[in-house]
């Protein structure tokens, strides 16, 4: 089955510094790759995503790349603000059968300092 | 646009206990998903629902764990008899349909088994 890597496990950035957080999958049938925010004692929250037939995507301060012959994919986000303050989850799935389950990373924890 | 419904938020039961969780999913989402998140991981499937039927339950502990989901509504989640290490979040998660792959989450029942 799908495995989801994710580094780095905790992140500490100034306010208005950029953030970056990796994520590698062991699948190549996976093709879909949402990013999630969570906050404390919240369900995770989508902030982005990105299909396999995409190599970038964008949505403000956050961009997703992914790179398929590596099988890694990253979520950027720029001028962090404090309330960016949360665990990012990557994960992974397929589109191609029934089984739509997510593969979830480990998580990143972002601290932004004011 | 109501989001996911769980309750209740937090459960504290004794080990060898039994306990039960609801869903109510997005209104018109074909396809409900329950995850358990144990603290510091990201989330696991534990079974996939798609209406009324079970699409996958590879992951679900059946000697403990039943879910079922009648109407092709709501949902429960069952744990008969709790050990310890069931401590963890259980999110419930839904998508529109077999083929759309975002999935919305709720806000979680927090349990822990003494």
């Known amino acids: 089955g799908e495995n989801v890597e994710q580094h780095p496990s905790t992140l500490s950035v100034q306010e208005g510094d950029s953030a970056v957080i990796k994520c590698t999958y062991s699948?190549?049938?996976?093709?879909?790759f949402p990013w999630y925010k969570q906050e404390l004692g919240k369900g995770p929250q989508l902030i982005i995503d990105?299909?396999?037939?995409?190599g970038e995507k964008k949505d403000q301060r956050i961009a997703v790349t992914l790179n398929k012959t590596a099988k890694h994919f990253s979520l950027h986000i720029t001028e962090t603000q404090p309330e960016d303050s949360a665990v990012y989850f990557c994960?992974?799935?397929?589109?191609?059968?029934?089984?739509?389950?997510?593969?979830f990373g480990s998580g990143t924890r972002l601290q932004v300092q004011p | 646009e109501a989001g996911v419904a769980q309750s209740p938020r937090y459960k504290i039961i004794e080990k060898r206990q039994s306990v039960a969780f609801w869903c109510n999913p997005i209104?018109?989402?074909?396809?409900l998903y329950w995850y358990q998140q144990i603290l510091g991981q990201g989330p696991k499937l534990l079974i996939q629902?798609?209406?009324?039927?079970?699409?996958?339950d590879s992951q679900l502990p059946k000697d403990r764990f039943s879910a079922e989901r009648l109407k092709g509504v709501d949902s429960t989640l069952k744990i008969q008899p709790a050990k310890l290490e069931d401590s963890a979040v259980y999110l419930c998660?839904?998508?529109?349909?077999?083929?759309?792959?975002?999935?919305?989450f709720g806000p979680g029942t927090r349990l822990t088994v003494l």
């Open positions: 994960a992974a799935t397929s589109s191609n059968t029934g089984r739509r389950a997510l593969t």
């Open positions: 629902f798609q209406n009324n039927g079970v699409v996958d």
């Open positions: 209104s018109g989402h074909a396809t």
């Open positions: 998660a839904s998508s529109l349909d077999g083929i759309t792959d975002t999935q919305y």
């Open positions: 990105i299909r396999s037939n995409v």
């Open positions: 699948d190549s049938a996976s093709n879909y």
